[in-house]
């Protein structure tokens, strides 16, 4: 065997959950002689799951796994044209899902959120979220939208605007049947979903446990009114040996 299918082993006992997060692997030497090979080629399977962002390699502490097991990173079931079912994403077989916010705060947009149709220096609001399966983090998802769509409430709401809810408050949820755009009273016409494999950014990568800059897939959800300015965009990050999925109705 070489590196390359040693580090395929290994990473398909991390996704089946046979090494859990935080388990330290066998040492080189001990890899070595499982997979009879040399501690060279030992050496560099680990190096191939340290690139993933699977495994972390420390000086004097050993590998340890840096990620859960496989989870679907489900990113809804859309109906175009009008996105009218939408269902929550979803852990695989039987994982144990959670989710909780982590941060909302109001800013001034920064010239980067202008490829997202939102202007610099508008005002606008984050919203960032942790999903974890089996306590293990799997997503980090950031939410932004122009402060005057995110203060909007529903006919007949009283208090804070549910997308203004601080950090520890309950969860949202839209009354059973009904979509949560049109609760909120957004005028959604269209959205845009682009999917690529590069380095994770810094809040990302802290969220999830990982080193910064580690792989894993980006994620980004453009959603538009009628007139074309932009409702609100998501930005989902998850490890590499997660899976994506979308479910599209015609």
């Not at 070489?2 to 046979?18: H, L, P, V």
């Not at 495994?55 to 859309?78: C, I, P, W, Y």
């Not at 999903?131 to 005057?148: A, C, F, I, N």
């Not at 969220?207 to 580690?214: K, N």
């Amino acid at each position: 065997m070489n590196a390359n299918d040693i580090a395929a082993e290994i990473r398909k006992q991390i996704a089946a959950g046979k090494y859990r997060y935080g388990t330290r692997l066998p040492g080189v030497r001990g890899l070595a002689e499982q997979y009879e090979v040399s501690q060279q080629t030992a050496a560099a399977a680990y190096a191939v799951l340290a690139a993933l962002g699977l495994a972390r390699t420390e000086q004097g502490s050993g590998t340890v796994v840096t990620a859960g097991r496989s989870a679907d990173a489900h990113l809804g079931h859309f109906a175009p044209p009008d996105l009218a079912v939408s269902c929550a994403w979803r852990p695989n077989e039987d994982g144990q899902a959670a989710e909780e916010t982590t941060l909302v705060r109001q800013l001034m947009a920064p010239k980067h959120m202008e490829a997202w149709g939102i202007p610099e220096s508008s005002e606008v609001v984050e919203r960032t979220r942790l999903r974890s399966v089996d306590g293990t983090p799997s997503q980090h998802k950031l939410t932004v939208l122009p402060y005057e769509v995110a203060a909007r409430r529903p006919e007949g709401y009283e208090g804070v605007p549910p997308m203004l809810a601080p950090v520890g408050a309950p969860p949202l949820q839209s009354p059973e049947g009904v979509r949560m755009a049109d609760w909120l009273r957004w005028d959604v016409a269209d959205t845009a979903v682009a999917i690529t494999a590069e380095p994770m950014d810094r809040a990302a990568s802290t969220a999830l446990g990982m080193a910064d800059g580690t792989p894993g897939f980006r994620v980004v959800n453009i959603t538009r009114d009628s007139a074309g300015s932009t409702v609100y965009v998501t930005v989902t990050t998850a490890p590499l040996h997660h899976r994506i999925t979308l479910d599209i109705v015609g």
